[in-house]
């Protein structure tokens, strides 16, 4: 197994689908046992992994291919494959990013077709062998020790190709919308046929950042497709260690309403509903609007899976008619809490670390607060006392 903080870039040269990236992933010394080992947690058969060395264009790699002995594809609801990640084996940490990967499937499904998002069907994505890309993949990611995934531009076809619901453009709806969520750079490609799957476009959407990292590479891999082109149809994957440390991203979204007719508890009240419904912040912007008329921009940042939520609250509790939705990107330095002796009591103080050293410390305002009224000291002694014993 590779040692943990690896980073993974993902050279889309050549497009990709799901099985390309496994393969690559195997390709880039995954071992073919430690995979089997992650799949047999989860509780769905019916297929076999056919593994095979390969050289195309003078280049070497992987091609693995998810053969379905069934040979059929049931249409299942985004409830029934949460179930099936949810009651399996795996960690926490792949069973979270597994079921996020197929509700961002789920999501633009819902949206292209019109449906309410418990009436999507998955078609071809939901059947076994995208369930094991998907799945196996976020495994072998963690097998190999890999903690940020990055990616480069996006090439991207034309032309038409035959799905379940007809002959559809190229990009596929559902790997445009995917791509279009997270603001992905794309380029154009000569192929008149489709090089991105939906089922490796909500992959990349929902763990790669898209940029190139400044890496020491240690081993690359390369994953083939079944398509013959007169290029190599290949995924090329490097594993590495940073440079430098790299610190935290995760990806939100910000929810924006311009307000010019409301008043301050209105806003009080609705910043208290957003932060009890999970808001990671709220804050207000004064504005001048039309007529030059104050106003105020309410901001609220979330996560992913509570936009629906919040939504609904700004949309219920202030007169806007509307909001912005817009997926952002934020940079989290690694923070700790600890307990500090004071003379008064403990008090809770928040460590701000970067690059594997403290820069930082933030006391807890109510925990100094609390002790300065139960013993009748000043405020910013307590303060003062915590940063002399603490720094």
């Excluded at 149809?233 to 995760?250: C, D, F, K, T, Y």
């Excluded at 307000?259 to 609705?270: A, P, Q």
């Excluded at 460590?351 to 930082?360: D, F, M, P």
């Excluded at 109510?366 to 307590?382: I, K, S």
Aim: proline share 6%; aromatic share 6%.
């Amino acid at each position: 197994m590779t040692t943990a903080n690896q980073l993974l870039y993902i050279d889309l040269f050549s497009g990709a689908s799901g099985d390309m990236l496994l393969g690559a992933l195997l390709d880039l010394g995954l071992s073919l046992g430690d995979l089997q080992t992650e799949l047999a947690k989860v509780s769905f058969s019916g297929y076999e992994l056919e593994v095979e060395r390969q050289v195309r264009h003078g280049l070497s790699g992987t091609r693995l291919h998810v053969r379905d002995r069934a040979q059929e594809y049931p249409a299942r609801h985004l409830d029934d494959v949460l179930h099936v990640i949810e009651e399996s084996a795996l960690s926490e940490r792949v069973k979270h990013s597994s079921a996020a990967v197929f509700k961002r499937l789920a999501r633009v499904e819902a949206r292209i077709h019109g449906l309410p998002l418990e009436q999507v069907h998955f078609h071809e994505i939901g059947a076994v062998d995208s369930l094991v890309d998907i799945v196996g993949f976020i495994a072998g990611l963690e097998r190999l020790g890999v903690e940020r995934v990055f990616a480069s531009a996006v090439p991207l076809g034309s032309g038409m190709i035959e799905t379940a619901h007809g002959l559809l453009p190229v990009p596929a709806p559902a790997t445009l919308a995917l791509l279009a969520e997270v603001e992905a750079p794309t380029r154009p490609h000569p192929a008149q046929t489709e090089i991105l799957t939906p089922t490796a476009a909500a992959l990349l959407a929902e763990l790669a950042t898209f940029e190139y990292p400044p890496m020491r590479v240690r081993a690359v891999g390369y994953g083939f497709g079944y398509k013959e082109f007169p290029w190599p149809n290949v995924v090329r994957l490097w594993l590495g260690e940073p440079i430098e440390p790299l610190p935290a991203r995760e990806r939100v979204v910000l929810l924006q309403c311009n307000l010019d007719d409301v008043t301050g508890e209105i806003l009080g009240y609705t910043m208290e509903q957003l932060f009890a419904s999970g808001a990671l912040d709220v804050w207000f912007t004064p504005i001048q609007m039309k007529k030059n008329r104050p106003a105020t921009v309410l901001s609220a940042l979330t996560t992913p899976e509570r936009v629906t939520a919040l939504t609904q609250i700004i949309l219920r509790e202030t007169p806007t008619l509307g909001l912005r939705i817009l997926p952002v990107e934020r940079v989290v330095a690694d923070r700790r809490i600890v307990e500090v002796a004071t003379p008064w009591g403990k008090v809770r103080v928040k460590e701000k670390w970067l690059g594997g050293e403290r820069v930082a410390i933030s006391p807890e305002y109510e925990d100094c607060a609390r002790l300065a009224r139960e013993h009748g000291v000043p405020l910013q002694q307590v303060l003062q006392k915590i940063g002399d014993s603490h720094l």
